[in-house]
């Protein structure tokens, strides 16, 4: 049994996730359904997959944690892999992740959207169940400061989803586990770090949460996710994440800092054979801070329903809308190749200064620099490699 087969085939089959089981058959997840097919997976050859993919380094942590995160591209698809231990041996748990570069256009998302990233300051949460798209709605606002802004960026993820090509931003994408102990250490590392955005793959537990408010209090532009059905059960699953007693300082701070939310859900279009994001936009008008710091947060679903002049959406009019929108994307069809738009200008490589020693690999990774004569508004390219983040670069002694 080779993973990168089942992984061509489930891709093949439009899956967006791949369960393997020792002993059991495996199951892809094709537009929210689950089917389930072939013969049970033989539990050897199961524990010989997650030990090549984990790394015989990084082994030792799986057999104490029992549990392991990475992200990997397998036969051309980017995978966010989850190795897990159960009662019948090892399992994997494979989100197969879009192979073209997210952006508002492509997942079909309101160009309100891009309105929000304007801001240089404050907190954007990103919203829904499990499975609803979050991750690629963050990487598009990514991309849209990368596509359009010069920025600083840094996103701190576990594990790393979607590789950024910096364009006119400079990007800088952290792994937890491997290139930062934990969301906490990264959360602290980025205020020393000059990030004007700052991207927090997910807010799971009080002290994330803290410094992620934190963070966007002190100038900087975050953007987050956080489990919830609806904008407002997501500012209140942020709140009593605290104990009571500082509750109504936390809502204080998010208020405060809060720019919009965004909850959202996938729905199926047959006659598409896609799955398009329905979201509900809340934007933070003076009416919902208010509402926030008061903790009344069952007022804010009328507060939509009435903000459409401040760009706030309810779901059924968000539905609406996409109804009567006939331009969708749909993959496969003209599509591009992830990070493949059109460059504006052209530069030349520069040398290293003699001060840093390059490493010698066969694949180098490229910094450029202007050409002569270039200007000084041009965007500048810069290309990672995969597989060279784990080098440093050390001053000769």
């Given at each position: 049994?080779?993973?990168?087969?089942?992984?061509?085939?489930?891709?093949?089959?439009?899956?967006?996730?791949?369960?393997?089981?020792?002993?059991?058959?495996?199951?892809?997840?094709?537009?929210?359904?689950?089917q389930v097919s072939g013969e049970p997976v033989?539990?050897?050859?199961?524990?010989?997959?997650?030990?090549?993919?984990?790394?015989?380094?990084?082994?030792?942590?799986?057999?104490?944690?029992?549990?392991?995160?990475l992200s990997k591209t397998i036969h051309g698809?980017?995978?966010?892999?989850?190795?897990?231990?159960?009662?019948?041996?090892?399992?994997?748990?494979?989100?197969?992740?879009?192979?073209?570069?997210?952006?508002?256009?492509?997942?079909?998302?309101?160009?309100?959207?891009k309105k929000l990233v304007k801001n240089t300051?404050?907190?954007?949460?990103?919203?829904?169940?499990?499975?609803?798209?979050?991750?690629?709605?963050?990487?598009?606002?990514?991309?849209?400061?990368?596509?359009?802004?010069?920025?600083?960026?840094?996103?701190?993820?576990?594990?790393?989803?979607?590789?950024?090509?910096?364009?006119?931003?400079?990007?800088?994408?952290?792994?937890?586990?491997?290139?930062?102990?934990?969301?906490?250490?990264?959360?602290?590392?980025?205020?020393?770090?000059?990030?004007?955005?700052?991207?927090?793959?997910?807010?799971?537990?009080?002290?994330?949460?803290?410094?992620?408010?934190?963070?966007?209090?002190?100038?900087?532009?975050?953007?987050?996710?956080?489990?919830?059905?609806?904008?407002?059960?997501?500012?209140?699953?942020?709140?009593?994440?605290?104990?009571?007693?500082?509750?109504?300082?936390?809502?204080?701070?998010?208020?405060?800092?809060?720019?919009?939310?965004?909850?959202?859900?996938?729905?199926?279009?047959?006659?598409?054979?896609?799955?398009?994001?329905?979201?509900?936009?809340?934007?933070?008008?003076?009416?919902?801070?208010?509402?926030?710091?008061?903790?009344?947060?069952?007022?804010?679903?009328?507060?939509?329903?009435?903000?459409?002049?401040?760009?706030?959406?309810?779901?059924?009019?968000?539905?609406?809308?996409?109804?009567?929108?006939?331009?969708?994307?749909?993959?496969?069809?003209?599509?591009?190749?992830?990070?493949?738009?059109?460059?504006?200008?052209?530069?030349?490589?520069?040398?290293?200064?003699?001060?840093?020693?390059?490493?010698?690999?066969?694949?180098?990774?490229?910094?450029?620099?202007?050409?002569?004569?270039?200007?000084?508004?041009?965007?500048?390219?810069?290309?990672?490699?995969?597989?060279?983040?784990?080098?440093?670069?050390?001053?000769?002694?």
């Amino acid at each position: 049994m080779e993973l990168e087969s089942l992984i061509e085939s489930a891709a093949g089959g439009g899956a967006s996730d791949l369960h393997l089981e020792a002993g059991m058959p495996a199951a892809v997840r094709v537009r929210g359904a689950l089917q389930v097919s072939g013969e049970p997976v033989p539990p050897r050859a199961l524990a010989e997959i997650a030990r090549r993919l984990i790394g015989e380094e990084q082994w030792p942590v799986f057999l104490e944690r029992r549990s392991f995160d990475l992200s990997k591209t397998i036969h051309g698809v980017r995978c966010r892999i989850n190795i897990l231990q159960t009662s019948r041996g090892i399992g994997l748990a494979v989100r197969l992740l879009s192979s073209f570069q997210a952006t508002v256009e492509k997942l079909n998302l309101h160009p309100d959207l891009k309105k929000l990233v304007k801001n240089t300051h404050g907190l954007i949460l990103v919203s829904g169940p499990t499975g609803s798209g979050k991750s690629s709605t963050l990487a598009a606002l990514i991309q849209e400061i990368n596509l359009t802004e010069t920025r600083h960026i840094v996103t701190v993820e576990s594990p790393i989803e979607y590789t950024f090509r910096p364009r006119r931003s400079y990007i800088r994408q952290r792994e937890v586990g491997r290139d930062t102990p934990s969301f906490e250490q990264a959360l602290l590392d980025a205020l020393r770090e000059d990030p004007d955005v700052l991207m927090v793959g997910e807010m799971r537990d009080p002290e994330t949460m803290r410094l992620t408010l934190s963070a966007s209090e002190t100038g900087h532009l975050v953007l987050a996710t956080v489990h919830s059905s609806s904008c407002a059960e997501a500012l209140q699953r942020v709140a009593s994440a605290f104990p009571a007693e500082i509750q109504g300082a936390v809502c204080a701070q998010l208020a405060d800092c809060l720019v919009a939310v965004i909850s959202q859900r996938l729905r199926f279009r047959p006659d598409l054979n896609i799955r398009v994001p329905e979201c509900e936009i809340l934007v933070a008008t003076h009416a919902v801070k208010n509402f926030i710091r008061t903790r009344e947060f069952f007022k804010i679903i009328s507060a939509i329903e009435t903000g459409a002049d401040h760009g706030m959406w309810g779901f059924q009019r968000y539905c609406k809308w996409l109804e009567t929108r006939t331009n969708l994307f749909v993959p496969g069809q003209g599509s591009e190749p992830p990070d493949s738009e059109p460059a504006e200008a052209t530069f030349v490589a520069a040398p290293l200064p003699s001060a840093v020693a390059a490493p010698k690999t066969e694949k180098k990774s490229r910094i450029a620099t202007p050409a002569p004569g270039a200007q000084e508004g041009h965007r500048i390219e810069i290309e990672p490699v995969e597989g060279e983040f784990g080098k440093i670069l050390k001053r000769p002694e």
